[in-house]
């Protein structure tokens, strides 16, 4: 296994099974404090249609190196990524350490929108060709605590051309909201740069 197969945001094929064995385990790497709470969250995203994708770092392209991006390698957020094919929206199921720190004991807000513009970003890369983000408006609603665990969403509402307008959602487990984003995505005209 690579380094980077080690960082928890590999999604985890054995974890999948592992939801269903009575005594799951999450792999040694992933923090413990928030084991008991993914594998509570994990099975109704699974029933909303969104499946955990294991292939991630196999994609060709673009998409080769996303696990060595920004958010996706950071050491204290860490990250399981679904799918829904239905639509392509894409799920970070994210868990937020204490090194992302903006206000005293909250996520900084240049984080959250990393993490909303990455996941976002990952919805459109894999619904359509490579585009980047040109634009982004974030909405903060509520301060988001270090050391949790967060649900953003995201997903594509409209593609004119060679512009594509998407959208994306951070919230608490519970449904709370904490941030919400509107962004526009352009197809580069010429090359298209290698992530
Ligand atoms: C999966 C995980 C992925 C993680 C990545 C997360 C996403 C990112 O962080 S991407 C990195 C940040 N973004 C960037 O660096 C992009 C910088 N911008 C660029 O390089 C260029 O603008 C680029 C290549 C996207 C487009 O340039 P180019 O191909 O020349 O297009 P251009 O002809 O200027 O514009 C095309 C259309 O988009 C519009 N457009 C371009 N930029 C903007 C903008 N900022 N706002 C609004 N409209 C814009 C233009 O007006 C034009 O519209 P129209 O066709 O109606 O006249």
Redesign the pocket.
Known sequence: MSSVDAHPTIVYPHYVRALDEEKAQLPSSFPREYSEEFQHILPKLLQRGFHILTKLNNQKGN?SN?SK????SHPHIHVVILRRALDGAVIYLAYVGSHVQGPSGFMHGGATAALL??CV??AV?LSGPF?????MNVQYRKPVPLNSVVIVEGYVEQTN???TVAGGKMYHPDGALYAEATL?F?????VE?K?
């Open positions: 998409l996303i991006n920004f958010v996706l513009d990455d970003s990952s890369l585009a980047m983000t040109v634009q051309g060679r512009k526009l352009v197809r580069p005209r010429l740069p992530m």
